[in-house]
Each structure stands twice: as structure tokens, then as C-alpha cells.
T-cell receptor, first 115, second 114 residues
């Protein structure tokens, strides 16, 4: 089954404790991205990657890191989480190319709480 | 810069009634427009999209939307809603020059009452 998976689905942590949220897709997609969803703000892009070893900042990258060492994986790293990073996080992927904009697949989400 | 405004944060409606969820966008370049649905505790699912061609687009679950370039709108409609349509709906925009990034609206919660 074609899908985007994220782990963990739920995470409660404390300020300053490094964490990684994993994202993996099995569709051989080049493009992957991370969004955060906050009430009243919709989804905002954190980082994206056009291909292996190619990443760039989205609209709200502060406090986050990413890496793209393999095509299928795109982990989101919070080196020193703070309470304002409490949010619902989504990973998404699609094939490159303009005609594929409508084929963006989203993961199930990771609900992160930073105390 | 592009932006999306969903004019209603919550829309309560009775079952079998029609509904319209409003979306306006701002962009200086050509756009692609999308509506996504998020059911409770789930990820986003694509309802429909406008890329080009006919301005009236039909999606899944009986939803449709009309692209109006002059009014920069992309309102979502359904003639008769069901309880199962209760969810949050997001309008989103992107463009060829936007590296594929989706700009989302704030979301509209559709509450269908029996």
C-alpha cells in the first residue's frame, strides 16, 4: 500500500530534550516536506526537500533541522524543543514536476507536546 | 507572496442541507488550488483540485468547487451534507514558481447536526 508513515504518532517531552520525528514513504517520491498545524493558522511549511541531500527552509524553520540521506526518509529533528513547538506535525511527499502537484500524500500526523 | 483566507472558522449545518465553505486567495501569478479534508485524528485527504481548464471541478464525496479568477475565490459546495462530512476543511494554493509548497488557509470546521 502506497503511504507516508510517521513515528511516533504521539509524543510528550520536556523542554530541551532532543527528539526526532521520522517520516518514510514507499512511493519513490523525490519531493518531501514537513508542515506544522496550529489552531487558527492552518498548516505551515517547516522544511522541504527536492531530492536526496537537497533541503531548504519553508516558512517556519526556526528550531528545526532536517536531513535527507535516503530518498524514502525525511526525519524532522528538534535539537532543543520549546513549548512553542507544541503542535501537530505532518509529513508529505509527491513526485517532482508541475503535473504532480495534485498528488501530494500526507502522513497521519504526529502530535507533539513540549512541557 | 501568496495567501489564502477561509472566511469562516466554523460552519454548523443540519444534515441534508446544502453547504458552502468559502475560500479566497491572493496571488500575483497563476495558481493551482486545492481543498483538503481532515477527519478527526487523521491526516489530510485531497477532496478536489483546480489546475487548469473547466472552472467547475468535482471531487470525492459529492463535493465540488468553482474557480473564480476575477473574485480570486475557490468556494467549496455540497448540495446535501451527511453526518460523516463533519471534519475540518482546508483550502490551499500553490504555483509553478513556488517549489510546490502548499499555502494553506486557516481551516473551516464543518459541523453537521442531525
Amino acid at each position: 500500500e502506497a503511504q507516508v508513515t510517521q513515528n511516533p504518532r504521539y509524543l510528550i517531552t520536556v523542554t530541551g530534550k532532543k527528539l526526532t520525528v521520522t517520516c518514510s514513504q514507499n512511493m519513490n517520491h523525490e519531493y518531501m516536506s514537513w508542515y506544522r498545524q496550529d489552531p487558527g493558522l492552518g498548516l505551515r511549511q517547516i522544511y522541504y526537500s527536492m531530492n536526496v541531500e537537497v533541503t531548504d527552509k519553508g516558512d517556519v524553520p526556526e528550531g528545526y533541522k532536517v536531513s535527507r540521506k535516503e530518498k524514502r526518509n525525511f526525519p524532522l529533528i528538534l535539537e532543543s524543543p520549546s513549548p512553542n513547538q507544541t503542535s501537530l506535525y505532518f509529513c508529505a511527499s509527491r513526485l517532482r514536476g508541475e503535473r504532480n502537484y495534485n498528488e501530494q500524500f500526507f502522513g497521519p500526523g504526529t502530535r507533539l507536546t513540549v512541557l | 507572496a501568496q495567501s489564502v483566507t477561509q472566511l469562516d472558522s466554523q460552519v454548523p449545518v443540519f444534515e441534508e442541507a446544502p453547504v458552502e465553505l468559502r475560500c479566497n486567495y491572493s496571488s500575483s501569478v497563476s495558481v493551482y488550488l486545492f481543498w483538503y479534508v481532515q477527519y478527526p485524528n487523521q491526516g489530510l485527504q485531497l477532496l478536489l483540485k483546480y489546475l487548469s481548464g473547466s472552472t467547475l471541478v468535482k471531487g470525492i464525496n459529492g463535493f465540488e468547487a468553482e474557480f473564480n479568477k476575477s473574485q480570486t475565490s475557490f468556494h467549496l459546495r455540497k448540495p446535501s451534507v451527511h453526518i460523516s462530512d463533519t471534519a475540518e476543511y482546508f483550502c490551499a494554493v500553490t504555483s509553478p514558481s513556488n517549489t510546490g509548497k502548499l499555502i494553506f488557509g486557516q481551516g473551516t470546521t464543518l459541523q453537521v447536526k442531525p
